[in-house]
């Protein structure tokens, strides 16, 4: 056999073993309101993929404006004329209810790396779904839990009208053991909450717990300060999470919230994970940001035992969660949501940033309640 046949042989052989290319997809919001809930999305996940050193993985990056129609125009274009393999990246779920049906329908995976709606758990759930952030309802009966720890007992709860506000409040009514001393559903996107702030001064409330994401919650928060209300606030991260904080400063001092990841979390993943995305973005972290960074590590770990054309193959790798998650223990319930351990942090200042920092523990090993609902046993 000659040298040269001997170098063909060993191309033929590389060829045929090489690693196919995967086609990401990332719809997500990088403009407007919810803008740095996107842009964390994207960067976390991009800092994981950059760190793999892998060229066999390309993500194309889209902003959905937080428009449903737009956000399924895209998906739609991804998926018919650009072939993508893998969906991700939707903040929000009035969006993910627009579009993961018709993804999976069509034979895409999609790993949600924040919205989390109940259907999509339940009735709804799919083989070609995964949740990688936790389910809507986690950090939400977290906080009711937490509610009954702090001794609260007559809290008035508040959140926007669409199915992550709606699926907040069935979580922490879940876990609350209190009464209620009033229940609201503002508009999405609103940014006035004076007659909110006004009927909570009029009850005979004990405290407030809130969901109101990204520039939401920012307009809350300084209004109810400015209006010098001293019940004690509650509530999910995504209400005290590291971009809302900066804008929000000193008003969201001392308030405690409940989250699945925190920047202190002791554990080597997310030490390293920190410090990376500070240095590459001269910016802590967010939560969007640690889920993004996730939701990469588990398609990445997925990519290196199944191909994404052996759709059998791959999605049981990646229902293995076989990677380093910054929360620590990480897994999957049945309907492919993470079971994970919910803890209670406070808002804190350090050297002039505010950040969030552990105190306590609301859940442990959570799953979710629509485990029944979902067929996939």
Known sequence: MTKTTIAALALAALAGTATA?????????????GASLGVDTRDGFMLAIE???????????????????????IADRMIQSERVDVLTGIVWSNLAMAVVPSATAQGKVYLSTNAAPAQ??????????????????????????????AGYSD?????????????????????????????????????????????????????VFFFLP?????????????AGVDLPLVGPAFSFDQGILQATGEAALGVRNTSQWSPDLDNPA??????????????????YAAQGYDTANLLLSALDRAEVSDAEAFR??????????????????????????????????????????IVGTALEDRANAYLDACDMQ
């Open 21 to 33: 290319q995967t086609k990401v997809g990332m719809i997500t919001t990088l403009s407007g309101g």
């Open 51 to 73: 760190q793999s050193g892998r060229d066999d993985v390309d993500v194309v990056i889209e902003d959905d404006e937080r428009a449903p129609d737009r956000a399924v125009q």
């Open 120 to 149: 999509l758990a339940g009735r709804m759930c799919h083989p070609n779904y995964f949740a990688v952030s936790y389910q809507n309802d986690n950090l939400h009966e977290a906080a009711g839990a937490w509610a009954n720890q």
């Open 155 to 207: 809290t008035f709860v508040m959140a926007p009208n669409y199915p992550a506000g709606r699926d907040g409040l069935t979580g922490f009514k879940r876990f609350y053991e209190g009464e209620l001393a009033g229940e609201i559903y503002t508009d999405l996107g609103q940014t006035d909450y004076a007659a909110e702030i006004a009927e909570i001064r009029a009850s005979d409330a004990d405290s």
């Open 214 to 226: 990204g520039g939401m919650g920012i307009s809350f928060l300084k209004q109810y300060s400015d």
């Open 270 to 287: 997310n030490r390293d994970f920190v410090a990376a995305f500070e240095e590459a973005h001269g910016r802590l972290p967010s939560l």
């Open 316 to 357: 049981a790798a990646l229902a293995e969660a076989d990677f380093d998650s910054v929360r620590g223990d990480f897994s999957f319930a049945s309907n492919q949501h993470p079971i994970q351990d919910i803890y209670v942090r406070e808002v804190v200042e350090e050297d002039g940033v505010f950040t969030n920092r």
